[in-house]
């Protein structure tokens, strides 16, 4: 144990006899400002790439962009994990401050990049939305750089991603989930995991992943040659392991039949973005039952096979087909022709209201017309109501002048011979209300959607990723059905069978698997991230109580020089 007189030059390797003067003290004095607290680096030594302030914003910026680029529509997944391992370097180490601006930046540019399509609702809007997300990734990278000062630190800094996400999915205003981590994975070899414990399970991994790369990387800096083939054994298993999940597209269940034929009609609409006239509605009716004749009049001629039930998406009816005569006429139609049910998005007016309609899914039978319905549970704030629309006044302008109001009862709708689990548009990134359609007894997921608004923006190919993991996740074919694309039938494994793009008038029919079998992440629920959000804190509790470790100072350096 060194003096405590010359302690100081001696944890940075240095001895009396050179000992810095009044200039190198002063480079010395710079560099630890320049660095922060915590550094783990000599006065003299030329400062490392990874160290300079510079370079960690630099690198943060390139996190964010690394992680929208793991997303639709570029879908390069495997950058996810390779953005949380450098989002983990940045980060080690450092200060509650620095790893808060770090962490913002990150999270900013990730959701500038991945949101793109929000610039058509605004630029201001486009901003607010990657501030806001930026403020969540901040507090990711608080908890990282709390947790890498513990043992076992790519294990909690899993637990961080995994329970930020939980937080951020259920508040403020029901939640924020567009950009979870997991939906990135779509495409990936970890997709697999979603049915073991859903979304979380695909976040957890690629945030483990990504931690474990950047364990392997201090340590081989560190020539620390057991921990770096530690690192890449578990690197390698937690990529492979997923693979070995087993994902069969086929019917399993006796309680019903095993298959059903499903047709989806996507009738296109006149013209995209903002802005919706009461023509432009009824045109888009009027769209969705010519495609449904034509599938009639295909049905008749032996060219296609009968249908059980048919699906037509959210807004497929903007006009009220239980007002308006002419709407209720045209559907009426429409279900005669085809002969069976159809599921179709209808909006409908709140009668003790002037202001609040419902956005539902109705089931309108050839016979007896209009049945079962499911009221839209999750409106998007600021798309389809305006929270304290009374206090915000003339600022309520820019949005809709009418809010939709939020149902209470899971979607679980009986088409024809068909027990369909229903949620209408970015309600699929909601874990919770897929969950409850599946124990509500839906055998099939239908994702009613319209898009219109963010055609060409990526915005589609994000949500059909997300329809994706919700099939995987349930083991169940999921029906994604859009005004104007994309449509698409989704097995069970994953796999996209067939779809209709964007701005694409036409219907596709497949026979398709159904199921009642409970996947294990439907059984656990939330339970994952509870014990996830408990563990985080545990190791956020011990982090507190340490001092910061330096990313290119061993451990065992770290606790000398402290007691120096």
């Not at 995991?193 to 364990?215: E, F, H, R, S, Y």
Request: hydrophobic content about 50%; some cysteine; aromatic content about 8%.
């Amino acid at each position: 144990m060194a003096r405590r007189s010359g302690g100081k030059w001696r944890q940075y390797g240095l001895s009396r006899q050179n000992q810095p003067g009044l200039g190198s003290g002063l480079q010395a004095a710079a560099s630890k400002r320049w660095l922060g607290r915590g550094h783990g680096l000599r006065p003299t030594d030329t400062i490392p790439i990874m160290n300079a302030l510079l370079t960690r914003l630099l690198v943060s910026v390139v996190c964010g962009v690394l992680l929208g680029f793991s997303f639709p529509p570029y879908d390069f997944w495997f950058l996810a994990p390779l953005a949380v391992a450098l989002f983990t370097l940045t980060t080690f180490g450092q200060g509650a401050w620095r790893a808060l601006g770090f962490g913002f930046i990150t999270g900013l540019t990730w959701f500038l990049v991945l949101m793109d399509w929000v610039t058509v609702v605004g630029n201001d809007a486009w901003i607010g939305v990657g501030i806001f997300a930026g403020f969540w990734i901040a507090l990711t990278a608080w908890g990282t750089a709390i947790v890498t000062r513990v043992a076992g630190w790519p294990f909690w800094v899993m637990l961080i991603w995994i329970t930020q996400e939980a937080i951020r999915s259920r508040v403020p205003l029901g939640g924020f989930t567009w950009g979870s981590l997991g939906f990135s994975q779509s495409d990936g070899w970890l997709l697999p995991a979603a049915n073991l414990a859903g979304v979380p399970a695909l976040t957890g991994l690629v945030a483990l992943v990504g931690a474990v790369l950047a364990w392997l990387v201090r340590s081989a800096l560190l020539q620390e040659w057991p921990a770096v083939c530690a690192a890449a054994a578990i690197a390698v298993v937690a990529l492979v392991l997923p693979l070995l999940i087993p994902l069969s597209s086929a019917g399993q269940d006796d309680a019903g039949p095993q298959t059903a034929t499903i047709a989806v009609v996507q009738g296109d609409v006149p013209h995209i973005g903002v802005g919706f006239s009461t023509a432009a509605a009824q045109t888009v009716l009027n769209n969705h039952v010519s495609q449904t004749e034509r599938l009639a009049a295909d049905i008749a001629a032996g060219r296609v096979s009968q249908p059980d039930a048919v699906l037509w998406p959210e807004n497929a009816s903007d006009v009220d087909p239980f007002t308006e005569p002419g709407a209720e006429q045209r559907i009426e139609q429409a279900a005669a022709a085809v002969g069976v049910p159809i599921l179709l998005g209808a909006i409908v007016r709140e009668p003790t209201t002037a202001r609040d309609i419902w956005n539902m899914g109705v089931v309108w039978d050839p016979v007896t017309g209009p049945g079962d319905n499911y009221k839209k549970q999750h409106p998007v704030p600021f798309g389809e109501y305006v929270p304290m629309r009374e206090r915000l006044g003339d600022f309520t302008d820019r949005f809709i002048d009418r809010d939709v109001l939020a149902g209470t009862e899971p979607g679980v709708l009986d088409v024809g011979p068909v027990r369909v689990g229903d949620v209408i548009c970015f309600e699929v990134a909601y874990g919770d209300l897929v969950r409850d359609s599946v124990l509500g007894g839906g055998r099939l997921l239908a994702v009613q959607t319209n898009n219109a608004t963010f055609t060409g923006y990526g915005q589609t190919e994000q949500q059909l990723a997300m329809s994706r993991v919700r099939a995987v996740e349930h083991g169940r074919t999921a029906v994604v059905t859009s005004t104007n694309g994309i449509s698409a039938i989704i097995t069970p494994d994953g796999e996209v069978r067939e779809q209709l793009g964007e701005s694409t008038a036409g219907y596709m029919i497949q026979s398709v698997p159904l199921r009642d079998e409970l996947s294990w992440s439907a059984r656990l629920a939330w339970a994952p991230e509870l014990l996830a959000a408990v563990g985080a804190l545990a190791a956020i509790g011990v982090g507190l109580s340490r001092a910061p470790r330096p990313l290119l100072q061993p451990a065992r350096r770290a606790r000398t020089a402290d007691k120096d």
